[in-house]
């Protein structure tokens, strides 16, 4: 990483030097489209300096108040420099506009060709080692200021076209190049914003999630594989895994599962942190099914009677809903009356928010189920 920072220090540096460079020819030639190019290189002066801080925040390790570690930090930067270079070139393209309209006629001199050559070689081999750097580091914010800068040799050969227009007479050159050097600029701005708020809003690094949870679904023990997400930058990511278990398997064997999963750290450089979050699952061995006095099924609360199912014995019998037409605490009092009948799931096809609730808290699952036709149905619904 500290390779990285003493790119940013050296993109800092050349930058400097060609916006000063730039802009003084640019003011004596009266080109606007090289005054362009000099707020270009300007733009790199403050990104690349948005770029070292970042990747200096970016280092810290993980404390009390940021448990993660400071990686998002460097995106900040990368968002600041996508900030600077949309603002820019707006900027730029009104003044070209303005001059195109205006008819400014800037000067030929050769020794704002030269200057303008001169940018485009620095820019290339600038462009090519902060790229090399950064893919190196693994630093985003690097590549995306090895990409910019990669548009600062595009920008200035177009000056340089733009002056030889200008030399034989097509005034106009200079402000036509400027307008696309800003568009140039708005549409490189606009893809490091992209990346960079992609990652601050955390979104999934779809391939690699598909890779771990392939890799997890292979662990023994597992039961099911829930949810994989990769979040974060291309350097740090954070994997969060939710699996199940069944309730056979003992707390000796999770902590073996927890351990191969937090041990694909090994195997991914980039992945800093895995998150894996167990569920035991419930084995179901009672099922109440809401009926009418005929056995009808209901499919709600309001049923005057539930058929409660044995599954293991396959044993059947009914017991009376004395709550189904209560005003005050329905749900409450429907899943205390469950629970003493020792019923670990419930059929229905609708239930309110509040009986939900009441029947979670006492482990009772919810099924959904529309229509039943035989026991057979039933237990295939639960699986």
């Known amino acids: 990483m500290d390779e990285a920072i003493k790119a940013g220090k050296i993109s800092v540096i050349a930058n ?6 730039k802009g003084f020819t640019g003011i004596l030639a009266g080109s606007t489209a090289l005054i362009a190019d000099a707020l270009h290189s300007l733009v790199d002066v403050l990104g690349s300096a948005l770029v070292w801080i970042g990747i200096k925040i970016a ?3 993980p404390d009390e108040s940021h448990p993660y570690g400071h990686f998002k930090a460097e995106s900040l930067a990368e968002l600041g420099v996508g900030l600077i270079i ?17 008819a400014v006629k800037p000067s030929f001199e050769f ?4 200057v303008a050559l001169a940018s485009a070689v620095v820019n290339e081999a ?20 090895g990409k910019h800068s990669r548009t600062d040799t595009i920008s200035s050969l177009s000056v340089v076209f733009g002056f030889i227009l200008v030399y034989f007479g097509y005034w106009w050159a200079d402000a036509v190049v400027a307008i696309a050097i800003s568009i140039l600029i708005l549409q ?15 979104k999934v690094d779809e391939e690699l999630s598909l890779r771990i949870r392939k890799i997890i679904e292979g662990i023994e023990g597992i039961k099911s594989v829930d949810f994989v997400a990769v979040r974060g930058t291309w350097r740090s990511k954070i994997v969060e895994v939710h699996f199940t278990v069944s309730s056979e398997v ?8 927890i351990s ?11 992945i800093v942190k895995i998150i894996p979050v167990v569920k035991i699952s419930k084995e179901i061995r009672r099922i109440a099914i809401p009926v009418d006095e005929n056995g009808n099924y209901v499919g709600d609360l309001n049923a005057r009677f539930f058929n409660i199912i044995d599954l293991k014995s396959g044993r059947s019998w009914k017991i009376q809903n004395d709550f189904w037409n209560a005003q005050k605490m329905k749900g409450y009092l429907i899943a205390e009356l469950l629970s003493r009948n020792k019923v670990d799931a419930i059929v229905v096809r609708r239930i309110g928010e509040g009986a939900k609730n009441h029947l979670k808290s006492r482990g009772i699952m919810i099924k959904l189920v529309d229509n039943l036709s035989s026991l057979d149905d039933i237990i295939t619904k639960q699986n």
């Open 86 to 102: 949309v603002f820019t070139s707006l900027s730029i393209l009104i003044e070209a506009v303005n001059n195109l309209i205006t």
């Open 111 to 114: 020794y704002a060709l030269a």
């Open 260 to 270: 191969k999963i937090e041990g694909l750290k090994d195997s991914f450089s980039e």
């Open 250 to 257: 003992g707390a000796e064997q999770i902590n073996e599962i």
């Open 188 to 202: 490189m701005g606009g893809k490091i914003l992209k990346n960079a708020i992609d990652v601050l809003m955390d």
């Open 126 to 145: 600038l462009a090519r080692y902060k790229i090399s750097v950064g893919i190196k580091t693994k630093s985003s914010s690097l590549i995306a200021e």
């Open 59 to 61: 280092q810290k390790p």
């Open 16 to 21: 400097v030097i060609l916006t000063i460079a």
